[in-house]
């Protein structure tokens, strides 16, 4: 079966991308995997790492994803959703799920970086590494 990989990140851009996927594997008779990368954050301190380790970074990034498709896919039976948490990089999770993907969906602005550019860095690294087509959904 086909597959649509797309990138959630908790921003309204991702929730349009995957609404945007949701309906091309409607069309497409595909299965979506979405995907959220989370990482550590960076620190300069032991005590800082310590309360970085302590953190539930997992599952709050598991909590973050569930919320994204339950509110994109609310009220939608026909379209198998898996949901996948990565630790690392945004870009690398997502060129690495792709990889078996016919295509990838991303949004055109994430939660990071600067806003007055038009592609953010994430989906400027995935539309240039992936290995299938990609969508880019403003």
Same mark, same amino acid.
């Given at each position: 079966?086909?597959?649509?990989?797309? @990138?959630?990140?908790?921003? !309204?851009?991702?929730?349009?991308?995957?609404r945007?996927?949701? !309906? !091309?594997?409607?069309?497409? @008779?595909?299965?979506?995997?979405?995907?959220?990368a989370?990482?550590?954050?960076?620190?300069?301190?032991?005590?800082?790492?310590?309360?970085?380790l302590?953190?539930?970074?997992?599952?709050?990034?598991?909590?973050?994803? !569930?919320?994204?498709?339950?509110?994109?896919?609310e009220?939608e039976? =026909?379209?198998v959703?898996?949901q996948?948490?990565?630790?690392?990089?945004? +870009?690398?999770?997502?060129?690495? +799920?792709?990889? =078996?993907?016919?295509?990838?969906?991303?949004?055109?602005? @994430?939660? @990071?970086?600067?806003?007055?550019?038009?592609?953010?860095?994430v989906?400027?690294?995935a +539309?240039?590494?992936?290995?299938?087509?990609?969508?880019?959904?403003?």
């Amino acid at each position: 079966m086909e597959t649509i990989v797309v @990138g959630v990140d908790g921003s !309204e851009a991702s929730v349009r991308a995957l609404r945007w996927a949701i !309906e !091309e594997a409607r069309l497409r @008779g595909a299965t979506i995997r979405a995907v959220h990368a989370w990482s550590y954050p960076r620190v300069s301190t032991y005590h800082e790492a310590a309360h970085a380790l302590a953190a539930p970074l997992a599952e709050e990034a598991e909590a973050v994803l !569930e919320r994204v498709v339950q509110e994109a896919a609310e009220g939608e039976d =026909d379209v198998v959703i898996q949901q996948v948490t990565v630790e690392g990089p945004a +870009a690398a999770a997502l060129v690495e +799920a792709s990889s =078996d993907a016919s295509l990838l969906v991303i949004g055109s602005r @994430g939660l @990071g970086g600067f806003s007055g550019l038009l592609l953010g860095s994430v989906s400027h690294q995935a +539309a240039s590494h992936a290995s299938c087509a990609v969508v880019i959904v403003r």
